[in-house]
């Protein structure tokens, strides 16, 4: 599976304890657990090389596992939405497979979509600097975007804004033995 390594929070007016929020963590974590390479694998291993695996398969695959729990995929740009039966606002998330600044845009999309009303938080989730030099050159990744936390973390106690995080993944072993994750769209059968 791909490993969960870190949660960040960035902003939290108590959604993080509502029922949705415990949805919307099970979801994520299932869809990054449920991740294998190579396909019917037990875990996720990445053949080592420079920037020779790409990121959208594994993205794709993501989405599908959010699918069966209820998602929507490409909801205002977002890579998937939940919506609650509670009337609260759509949740998204985003899976970073462009470079820091897709990583930024995705930022933004997230805070904006707060801002008009349209979403009550988000998720971008990201690799960490060990899986980013496996992947696909100039990924965005969690080192890259680090620096600007504060901007985001300035978002606390701004109308509508009531969740956003960052979660990082990454590789659980190397193995020259496998096939490369194939760049582009190619792959999307990894779970």
Known sequence: MVRFVDW???????????????????????????IRWPSGAEDFAIRPGKHINGV????????????????????????????????TLPFAVEWETGNVSSSHRAMNRLGLGMQRRQISGGVLVLPTRDLYQHVTDRVGNFPELEPYLPLYTRWNGEPGFHYLAIVTVEHDRLDESVPRIKKGTDGRALV
């Open 8 to 34: 960040r929070v960035l902003v939290d007016d108590g959604f993080g304890t509502t029922p949705e929020f415990a949805q919307v963590e099970e979801h994520v974590r299932a869809g990054i657990a449920a």
């Open 56 to 87: 959208k398969p594994i993205k794709d695959a993501f989405v599908e596992v959010l699918k069966g729990h209820g998602w929507e995929p490409e909801f205002r740009r977002f890579d998937a939405h939940l919506s609650f039966d509670s009337g």
